[in-house]
């Protein structure tokens, strides 16, 4: 089965500008979840969703980052506007039970100029 | 807030020998943890799963154990090789199953 696929795999924009990042899950997983690390720290959580509704998204630092999962399949996280604050590498993860373990995909590293 | 510590130094050791790696954290109470491996460039990998109810977990060459008196985890590659070099992670999580706590990684060398 093909695993958790992250788009881009970089990014690199201005201050200022907007990016979203994409998520597919493996097929099935109902729990979708969105983590990052910023440099020299580590893996942080930032939300769950279980299907399209969003379960915990107490680790979302500011109003400048909105995730979304419509239809309960892919998700997106959007940055808007974007700051030098915000880069890092943005991980997602899949799980089909909430008690299973997460299989998360290669991430997507973004860039802030 | 909850502390999760791995060994930040590198963990060198030579190809046959079995690599310890250790996980201590505090100021929580996970009901399970769990052991990826990550490789540069790349996402974490899952490895194994341990519940707060198990004090072992054996998988192939992997052995991990969970003591919550101790509150801590300990990470067991039996005949190491080479291609177990790789950066390993704990991560905790608790009874909503809602998302985990991630230790910084040990980075592990295994040298022919």
């Known amino acids: 089965e093909a695993g958790v696929t992250q788009f881009p795999s970089h990014s690199v924009i201005e201050k200022g500008q907007t990016v979203t990042l994409r998520c597919d899950p493996i097929?099935?997983?109902?729990?979708l979840y969105w983590y990052r690390r910023v440099m020299g720290k580590e893996i942080k959580f930032l939300l769950h969703?279980?299907?399209?509704?969003?379960?915990?998204e107490s680790g979302m630092p500011n109003n400048r980052f909105l995730a979304e999962r419509t239809g309960g399949t892919y998700s997106t996280l959007k940055v808007q506007p974007a700051e030098l604050e915000d880069s890092g590498v943005y991980f997602c993860a899949s799980s089909g039970q909430s008690n299973q373990p997460q299989h998360f995909g290669d991430g997507t590293r973004l860039s802030i100029l | 807030s909850q502390k999760i510590e791995q060994n930040s130094e590198a963990l060198n050791i030579q190809e046959g020998k079995t690599a310890t790696l250790t996980c201590n954290y505090t100021n929580y109470s996970p009901a399970y943890l769990q052991w990826y491996r990550q490789d540069p460039g790349r996402g974490p990998v899952f490895l194994l799963l341990i519940r707060e109810n198990e004090k072992e977990k054996r998988k192939e060459r992997l052995k991990v154990t969970f003591d919550t008196t101790l509150k801590q985890s300990l990470f067991h590659i039996t005949a190491s090789q080479p291609a177990d070099s790789a950066t390993y992670l704990c991560a905790l999580g608790g009874y909503n199953f809602n998302k985990f706590y991630f230790g910084s990684g040990t980075k592990l060398n295994v040298k022919p």
């Open positions: 969703f279980v299907k399209e509704s969003k379960q915990d």
């Open positions: 097929s099935g997983h109902d729990n």
